[in-house]
């Protein structure tokens, strides 16, 4: 079992390394975060540096999540596509272990970048002479659940239809869609206007907010922290607390990508 | 070592499509240590009828076993079994050793160090090895293919039109690595549109039409189900008796060919003043003519 997932692993990590759509995805990214970085360079203040290189740290962090998104949803589309799945599955390699391997190589990876970026973010506070904030500890491990809670979402939703789909699925059916949704419902129904449809309506939203899964779900409790990477010590469990929704989310994601890759023809 | 017995399976285009039936009812057995071949017209179901006894596809109806045990994606019964795709759907981002690697890794055992180099150059591909796949011709994924057949000694191995593509030299050196593993006692199956290969190789053979098993027998017995016939030339100035089917007349000299029950006939008028027998040869049946006399007179 071990020596079956330690061949899976290493052939995803290849792919990751050679995988030209990601190379140039995280080209995209570093460029527009150098670009955004570049006023730093002539900023004529402590405290200037310092707002700069949060803005940084923020954009990279909000990068690595749709990068980590990018690292399953291409890892699972490509195989699918490719058809090479049913090399796989006729050896003695379970689809389990397979698609366990594929979680753990995407999660690994992003885990590598979010080192990468809060070392990024000490050395930049370091060397801009600035106080190293708990803060970027607090937000880099938050960043990280959330990536966990990204890849596992769009590999289930690439398990069940076309990558571009599964972005624009994304993009518009998530819960901010229907958060507002619901509250412009209620707007509707507080100015006068109530009816059984718009009853139904503010429900069928909140059920949706409800169920469709968040990048942040703490973002209410754990914004200040984001804008000012200072952090109480009582706030420390919200990172737990969104390192278990993840987990959760994984965990979920896994059983039903698992049950539709099962059922999949993979001829 | 393969139990079919009639499996059904049905795939539909499109959501509300009507349901097309790529296998209907097909049952076929095969013993251990046969090689057998799967014959049958483009979209017969003989890929279809493969991906089931691998697994890949569930039947709707019908029972299935092999080895003893129903086919599950993944499970250890594809310890002892190889298989060769017909498309080389491989892991296109990975480099020919890679891949050979990569698929003998899933096996789950630890090899010589030795045994990928080798095979690689058995095959001709130690200098290409850290060619990605995605650069590799047709020919050379096919040997990838083949080479991940050969890494563990399998003792049911599947080939889903395994010649496809190869030059002719890697042809005859395939059949000789073929027969050198169904002599080491393994059981092969193989689906094939080049006959005369399939009448080279296989000891049983499966002729399947629409879905179904039109013709299971020994290569032998569904060779002899054409008739024996004679080819025969000899020159005379008068006719050819009736059961002498004439193919051609040039002057005085008749080609035709004669059923084998009447060479004693033909010998007896040949010998006869004024005829003179030029040619009188066996026309050995092949898979082909079987194939086709099979396909005409129970096709469904």
């Given at each position: 079992?071990?020596?079956?997932?330690?061949?899976?692993?290493?052939a995803?990590?290849i792919y990751?390394r050679r995988?030209r759509l990601?190379?140039?995805?995280?080209?995209?990214?570093l460029l527009?975060?150098?670009?955004s970085?570049?006023?730093?360079?002539?900023?004529?203040?402590r405290?200037a540096?310092?707002?700069g290189?949060?803005?940084?740290?923020?954009?990279?962090?909000?990068f690595l999540?749709?990068?980590?998104?990018?690292?399953?949803?291409?890892?699972?589309?490509?195989?699918?596509?490719?058809?090479n799945?049913?090399?796989?599955?006729?050896?003695?390699?379970?689809?389990?272990?397979?698609l366990?391997?594929t979680?753990?190589?995407?999660?690994?990876?992003?885990?590598?970048l979010?080192?990468?970026?809060?070392?990024?973010?000490?050395?930049?506070?370091l060397?801009?002479h600035?106080?190293?904030?708990?803060g970027?500890?607090?937000?880099?491990?938050?960043t990280?659940?959330?990536s966990?809670?990204?890849i596992?979402?769009?590999?289930?939703?690439?398990?069940?239809?076309?990558p571009?789909?599964?972005?624009?699925?994304?993009l518009?059916?998530?819960?901010?869609t229907?958060y507002?949704l619901?509250?412009?419902?209620?707007?509707?129904?507080?100015?006068g206007?109530?009816?059984?449809?718009?009853?139904?309506?503010e429900?069928?939203?909140?059920?949706c907010?409800?169920v469709?899964?968040m990048?942040?779900?703490?973002?209410?409790?754990?914004?200040?922290?984001?804008?000012?990477?200072?952090v109480?010590p009582?706030?420390w469990?919200?990172?737990?607390?969104?390192?278990?929704y993840?987990?959760?989310?994984?965990?979920?994601?896994?059983?039903?990508?698992?049950?539709?890759?099962?059922?999949?023809?993979l001829i | 070592?393969?139990?079919?017995?009639?499996?059904?399976v049905?795939?539909r285009?499109?959501?509300?499509?009507?349901?097309?039936k790529?296998?209907?009812?097909l049952?076929?057995?095969?013993?251990?240590?046969?090689?057998?071949?799967?014959?049958g017209?483009?979209?017969a179901?003989?890929?279809?009828?493969?991906?089931?006894?691998?697994?890949?596809l569930?039947?709707k109806?019908?029972r299935l076993?092999?080895?003893?045990k129903?086919p599950e994606?993944?499970?250890k019964?594809?310890g002892?079994?190889?298989?060769?795709?017909?498309?080389p759907?491989?892991?296109?981002?990975l480099?020919v050793?890679?891949a050979?690697?990569?698929?003998?890794?899933?096996?789950?055992?630890?090899?010589?160090?030795?045994?990928?180099?080798?095979v690689?150059?058995?095959?001709?591909?130690?200098?290409?090895?850290?060619l990605?796949l995605?650069?590799?011709s047709?020919?050379?994924?096919q040997?990838?293919?083949?080479?991940?057949c050969?890494?563990?000694?399998a003792t049911?191995?599947?080939?889903?039109?395994?010649?496809?593509?190869l030059d002719?030299?890697i042809?005859?050196?395939f059949?000789e690595?073929?027969?050198e593993?169904?002599?080491?006692?393994?059981?092969?199956?193989?689906?094939?549109h080049?006959?005369s290969?399939?009448?080279?190789?296989?000891?049983?053979v499966?002729?399947?039409?629409?879905g179904?098993?039109?013709?299971?027998?020994?290569?032998?017995?569904?060779?002899h189900?054409?008739?024996?016939?004679?080819?025969?030339?000899?020159?005379?100035?008068?006719?050819?008796?009736?059961?002498?089917?004439?193919?051609?007349?040039?002057?005085?000299v008749?080609?035709?060919a004669?059923?084998?029950?009447?060479?004693?006939?033909?010998?007896?008028?040949?010998?006869?003043?004024?005829?003179?027998?030029?040619?009188c040869?066996?026309?050995?049946?092949?898979?082909?003519?079987?194939f086709i006399?099979?396909?005409?007179?129970?096709?469904?």
């Amino acid at each position: 079992m071990k020596e079956l997932l330690k061949v899976n692993l290493r052939a995803h990590f290849i792919y990751f390394r050679r995988s030209r759509l990601l190379l140039a995805f995280a080209l995209v990214f570093l460029l527009l975060t150098l670009l955004s970085a570049l006023p730093i360079v002539f900023s004529p203040s402590r405290a200037a540096a310092f707002t700069g290189a949060k803005q940084i740290f923020s954009t990279l962090n909000m990068f690595l999540i749709a990068f980590s998104a990018g690292l399953g949803l291409f890892l699972i589309s490509s195989h699918l596509r490719d058809r090479n799945l049913k090399m796989v599955f006729t050896k003695p390699c379970p689809p389990t272990l397979w698609l366990a391997s594929t979680y753990v190589s995407a999660i690994g990876v992003s885990l590598l970048l979010n080192v990468t970026i809060l070392a990024c973010a000490l050395v930049m506070s370091l060397l801009g002479h600035t106080k190293v904030q708990a803060g970027l500890a607090f937000v880099s491990f938050d960043t990280f659940a959330a990536s966990v809670g990204m890849i596992a979402y769009l590999m289930f939703l690439a398990m069940v239809m076309h990558p571009v789909i599964a972005v624009v699925f994304v993009l518009i059916f998530n819960p901010s869609t229907f958060y507002n949704l619901q509250l412009w419902v209620q707007a509707v129904q507080s100015a006068g206007r109530k009816s059984t449809i718009l009853q139904v309506f503010e429900r069928l939203f909140h059920y949706c907010y409800m169920v469709l899964p968040m990048v942040h779900p703490f973002s209410r409790q754990t914004q200040a922290i984001h804008d000012s990477l200072r952090v109480a010590p009582a706030e420390w469990p919200y990172a737990l607390y969104s390192l278990g929704y993840a987990l959760s989310l994984t965990a979920l994601s896994y059983c039903l990508s698992l049950f539709f890759l099962q059922r999949k023809k993979l001829i | 070592m393969i139990v079919a017995e009639n499996l059904s399976v049905h795939f539909r285009r499109g959501l509300l499509g009507p349901p097309i039936k790529a296998l209907d009812g097909l049952s076929l057995h095969v013993a251990e240590g046969d090689f057998f071949a799967l014959v049958g017209q483009n979209g017969a179901g003989k890929s279809t009828a493969m991906y089931c006894f691998l697994g890949l596809l569930r039947p709707k109806a019908g029972r299935l076993r092999v080895m003893g045990k129903v086919p599950e994606l993944g499970s250890k019964l594809y310890g002892s079994v190889a298989f060769l795709p017909e498309e080389p759907h491989y892991d296109l981002y990975l480099t020919v050793e890679e891949a050979v690697r990569y698929y003998a890794g899933l096996y789950g055992k630890s090899l010589p160090a030795k045994t990928i180099p080798d095979v690689l150059e058995r095959l001709g591909l130690a200098e290409f090895k850290t060619l990605p796949l995605a650069k590799c011709s047709k020919g050379m994924k096919q040997k990838v293919g083949i080479a991940q057949c050969l890494i563990h000694p399998a003792t049911l191995v599947f080939l889903d039109e395994p010649t496809r593509g190869l030059d002719p030299i890697i042809v005859r050196f395939f059949r000789e690595v073929l027969r050198e593993i169904h002599q080491r006692g393994a059981t092969i199956v193989m689906n094939s549109h080049v006959l005369s290969e399939i009448e080279m190789l296989a000891n049983r053979v499966a002729i399947i039409e629409k879905g179904r098993t039109i013709a299971h027998d020994t290569l032998e017995n569904l060779m002899h189900l054409e008739q024996e016939t004679y080819d025969v030339a000899f020159e005379t100035n008068g006719d050819a008796p009736e059961w002498v089917s004439v193919q051609a007349r040039q002057g005085c000299v008749v080609r035709g060919a004669i059923p084998a029950a009447r060479l004693r006939d033909f010998m007896e008028f040949a010998c006869q003043p004024g005829y003179r027998l030029l040619e009188c040869s066996l026309k050995k049946a092949t898979l082909e003519e079987s194939f086709i006399k099979i396909l005409r007179e129970k096709a469904p």
